[in-house]
């Protein structure tokens, strides 16, 4: 078994958001994203993923196919394989979001 604390994970940069991996085994990978106030992930896919998420800190915008959904602390989600996703920090807070991305076999 391999833990970790999610907290180590949530370094933030004032010029970018931050990516930190937390772990990765095969196909499978965890990372937690930071965003500062303003910050941005475009809208983009994942094939043959399933792509799980925790709103671990802040509010802010996730995109799903180019539908805007609020998202806050504790929020989890689920998108498939064929949806594209994107994420904003339009908040005056921090966001920390902790994302899974399952390879589902296909492909």
Known sequence: MEAQNLSQFQIFDEER?????????????AFVL???PGQ?????NHPNTQVFITILEGNGICMINDVKHP??????FHCNKDQMIG????????????????HDGSA
């Open 71 to 76: 998202i806050s602390e504790k929020d989890v």
């Open 17 to 29: 958001l931050t990516k930190k991996d937390v772990f990765k085994e095969g196909k499978t990978k």
């Open 34 to 36: 930071n965003f500062m």
């Open 87 to 102: 994420f904003e920090n339009n908040s005056a807070g921090r966001l920390s979001v902790y994302v899974i991305l399952a």
């Open 40 to 44: 941005q992930l475009p809208t983009h």
